[in-house]
């Protein structure tokens, strides 16, 4: 009796213990980023302040405000835009900056900054058009003025972002479903090629890929193309978990990939 009751005491000491220090750490909130629906009468300032809320909820991981990341820095890009866009629209076709930001989310692989892959999937498929727009205003106020509204939905039917339920029709934000092309090819065009190299030890923002064969073999090539967050490669900083399996989807990897398309890249990355 008197051993149960010590050991009960003990259990509740460390459960108190354990629940005091749970709440001296600081504790990190994960918030959904913001709902915004195109097409309703949203102002710049609103679409600012949700827009934040979207960047940092599906953004920051990858974009820096003031230095580099996985992705360039956003820092006043929105004077940038005006600057790309006024480029683009001296060969007589009208292209403004909310063009050039709702383009770079909807359809990222058409234009890359120089030193960046292609690693950012098309937004379309993560947010609505309406939050699209609301990051496309956060990105515009950066460096500039946002004059982006809630009912600017011709610019997202323009670049294919512009879901059916906001008045996009039954075809709206379709992805095109393109032939896979070669190994060679489709490990660029997927954003392989951006996180890991192939030709030397080099690891990128994941781990080298040479040799990879003759360490796992095909089997489990195959599994950590099918399975990419099942394991982590250890790495200094270490690697985020899931950052692959939302790029590949994001590039439309697993609807596009047939199953020759995967027995083919398997047997290419095998021999490297």
């Not at 359809?107 to 058009?129: R, T």
């Not at 879901?163 to 992805?175: F, K, R, S």
């Amino acid at each position: 009796m008197r051993e149960t009751l010590s050991i009960a005491v003990f259990t509740l000491a460390v459960s108190l213990l354990y629940t005091g220090v749970g709440h001296m750490v600081p504790q990190l909130e994960n918030r959904p980023p913001p709902e915004v629906k195109a097409g309703t009468n949203i102002g710049p300032e609103a679409l600012i302040e949700a827009g934040a809320g979207v960047f940092e909820a599906n953004c920051a991981q990858c974009h820096k405000l003031g230095e580099s990341g996985r992705g360039p820095d956003l820092a006043s890009v929105g004077s940038r835009a005006r600057e790309r866009a006024a480029e683009r629209s001296a060969g007589g076709k009208p292209y403004a900056d909310v063009d050039y930001l709702v383009e770079s989310l909807c359809k990222p692989g058409d234009y890359l900054v120089k030193g960046f892959g292609n690693i950012m999937p098309p937004q379309g498929k993560a947010l609505s058009g309406g939050q699209i727009l609301a990051v496309a205003a956060f990105l515009q106020n950066l460096g500039g003025t946002a004059t982006i509204k809630g009912t600017d939905t011709q610019v997202l039917e323009r670049f294919g972002c512009l879901q059916a339920e906001e008045g996009g029709g039954p075809g709206a934000a379709a992805v095109e479903v393109k032939p896979v092309g070669a190994p060679a090819e489709s490990f660029a065009e997927f954003g392989c090629s951006t996180c890991h190299s192939i030709a030397d030890p080099t690891r990128k923002l994941g781990p080298s890929l040479q040799g990879v064969g003759k360490r796992i073999g095909k089997s489990g090539i195959y599994d950590k193309l099918l399975n990419p967050g099942a394991t982590v490669t250890a790495g200094d900083p270490p690697y985020e978990k899931g950052l692959m399996k939302k790029t590949l989807d994001g590039n439309g990897f697993y609807e596009r990939m047939k199953p020759v398309d995967f027995q083919t890249l398997v047997d290419w990355l095998a021999k490297q």
